[in-house]
């Protein structure tokens, strides 16, 4: 009984959580305009999506959403790896430090880092468009790659550096060919953790987007929503990008898994 | 070319400071071509400090370090003929055993073929032959030191560092180990720097042991003379085990302590000198005939430790001495001793009390140690600058530090067959002396008063402050 008790309030829990999802990747198999009417099975919406191509102004959301968040997640990726061995070989006063100002922008509420991003731009006199929003995004993103990352650096054996400089790498040749190796699964998830913020980011993205049209999923959903209504495409286009973001994570897991039984054979 | 060079690693006046702690202190050392050098002490005593910067990992704030005759300040870590041995050990992860050992050689693009040979070379020499492939995680700890050692080899380098390479390993593992770096050492005629705080291993392994405390360097020496003739007391408890005593020297060659006069053969230290008597408790001759004995006592314990019986003796005179012999000797017998004058090593005494420079506060008080003292009144001026001497033995310890007038703790503790002689550690790095028949144990936070009547002062003549 009690088991029962515990596997159905698992139940329940996932139920309530993917409910959501579930409904519209059912309606999304439909034509009906509003949602929650069912006239029949169709694919038409999924055509209708791809027959937009890249030119609409749904496609060119889409494609500003994956390389503006390919772009930032890169970026940020790069400097906050870099940043957290630099605070990791840190001592004392000034570690605790720059450990407490990274932790504060990741409580700031994004409408304060947006409207504050915004002010900035207009204070240095930069227009607004493309660029901004990918530096909007690698710095909010970047305090996640440092958090990522410091745990497998606080795993490594520090003197692995110096036995590399001791066996005759320079600095870099022993970053590259050791610290990186051992912190790699940090560095990884920290890029799909910087990515995955940047595809669902709003309120920054909406801030710093400028007046010129630049639209990434979120606000152009937004846009379309005050317009009247959401657009029926946008229920294919949820259900597949759910899709991609659930193979991804089956990816990394069975990676990991992987990893960690077997043991690389020489050739 | 280089090999003109009798000396190979010249230390000279090497300093280090961490955080305004001068963790190394003027330190010199000539180590010379294929020599077997191991820093020995105590945590924190500097040696793996003196290691990584012969390997080049943190720079000196003073002194310098010479190759060949070279200053090799500015040469980084990575093209110093050296390598190193790491605690622990410091294998990467993420590379087999085979590409570990090739790391370096395939950052120096040497051919594919060349580098094959050397790492087998290497992999027999440490008897690891057919563990090429294997995930350097999945070995023990023994295997994981002897494939970190194969790679420091594997580069030919004129040193090899050595830190503390066998303090994971278990007892068994570690004596078969040394015995193995020895070998190693005498096969291939290079210079090994090894760091230790275990004197059996420093001793075992070396053609040179370096004895350092607190950042300077005690004694240099074979381990012969550092464990027949330690230079201080210090070195006599840290090396073997030993009886240290308080003596006097009565004249040359005749020296007093545990209250009977023996003969001995050191000379110079004058007459009547008090000194510090060093006794290995092998070399006391110990018989159940009292008959013509330098001196008799009665066994009080009596422990078997393999090859001999480990003995404690109270004198007589009340005195405690530890004897080692192969025959056992019952608690409760009474036993005659003697020592023979070549095996009473007499070493001069650092201090005979407690020194320490302060300032009169009132005509009551007086200010040392950074606290004031209550003193019985005098006529010295308020201001003057003082010094104060307090007798070892009227110095009290209080177990709760804020019952003292200065907090420390036990910093280090020597048995002198009577009473202890202990070093106390104040807050501020400062060190009080102190005699007493209470046991203590190292690390103990305690606090230190001194009765009035035991603080001797007297004025210091300062003429720059006269007018």
Redesign the interface.
Known sequence: MKKFLAQAYIWLLLIILYAPILIIAIFSFTEAKVLGNWTGFSVKLYTNLFSGGVSSSLGKAIINTLSIGVLAAAISTALGSLAAIGIFNMRGRARKAITLLNDVPMLNPDIITGVSLFILFVALGITQGYATVVLAHVSFCTPYVVLSVMPKLRQM?P??Y??????????G??LR??IL??IRPGVVSGFILAFTLSIDDFAVTLFTKGNYGLDNLSTYIYADARKGGLTPELRPLMTIIFLVVLALLLIINIRSMRNSKT????I | MAEQYESIIRLENLSKIYDGKKVLDHVGLDIKRGEFVTLLGPSGCGKTTTLRLI???IRADEGRILLEGKDIAGV????RP???V?????????L?V?DNIA??LK??KIPEAEIDKRVRRVLKMVAMTDY????VE?LSGGQQQRVAIA??LV?EPKVLLLDEPLAALDRKMREDMQLEIKEMHQKLGITFIYVTHDQEEALTLSDTVVVMRDGKIQQIGSPRDIYNEPVNSFVADFIGDSNILNGTMIRDKRVAFIGHEFDCVDIGFGENVPVDVVIRPEDIYIKKDTTGEQFTGTVTSCIFKGIHYNMLVQTDEGYELEIQDYNAFEPGTVVGMHIHAGDIQVMKKDRVCNNFEGELLSPTSVRFLDAEWEIPETQIPVGTKISVQVAFNKVNLQDNPVDGTVEGEIYFMLYKGDRYHITVRTKNDEYIYVDTNDIWDKGDQLGVKIAPRNIKITPIKDYKDDD
Request: proline fraction near 9%.
């Open positions: 054996n003197n692995t110096e036995a590399a400089l001791d066996l005759g790498a320079t600095p040749q022993a060919k050791v190796p051992q043991k690389r054979i020489r | 390997a080049g990992f980084p870590p990575h093209q050296f390598n190193t790491f605690q622990r050990y410091a294998l990467f992860p993420h087999d085979y790391f370096g950052l120096k090429e492939d294997r995930d999945s790679r420091a580069g």
